[in-house]
């Protein structure tokens, strides 16, 4: 599910955390992503997407869409988003990856080559 309108939000929230690791003293790597260390461990903006969108999307909606097998969905990685529970009736799984683009002329982030994910793999 997509938070409607939300890349600016997503922008402002990025910005912020960028803002507090620079205030903590991070390094240049680690203050690559602020999020690493202000997210939390749940890896999440929050655990509750209702309260979430009342208060930090000012009133936002969640838009949700009704997938079926085969479909591929591309969102903008600003945007907040989230993920629902598999109940398809035939009790197939959902498949999701995250693909992501590096752009030839900045420095490779090798973070990305850590190998399969890891709760506490520092992404």
Known sequence: ????????????????????????????????????????????????????????????????????????VFHQWLMAHASLGNTDPGGRIRLSADLRYADRGHEYDERWDQGPYSPDDGL
């Open 1 to 72: 599910m997509y938070l409607q309108d939300s890349v600016n939000l997503g922008s402002d929230i990025d910005n912020e955390f960028n803002r507090m690791g620079v205030e903590k003293g991070f390094s240049k790597e680690e203050a690559v992503s602020g999020h690493n260390s202000n997210m939390g461990l749940q890896r999440a903006l929050s655990l509750y997407s209702g309260i979430f969108a009342r208060h930090e999307g000012k009133g936002r909606r969640w838009l949700i869409s009704n997938n079926e097998a085969g479909d591929v």
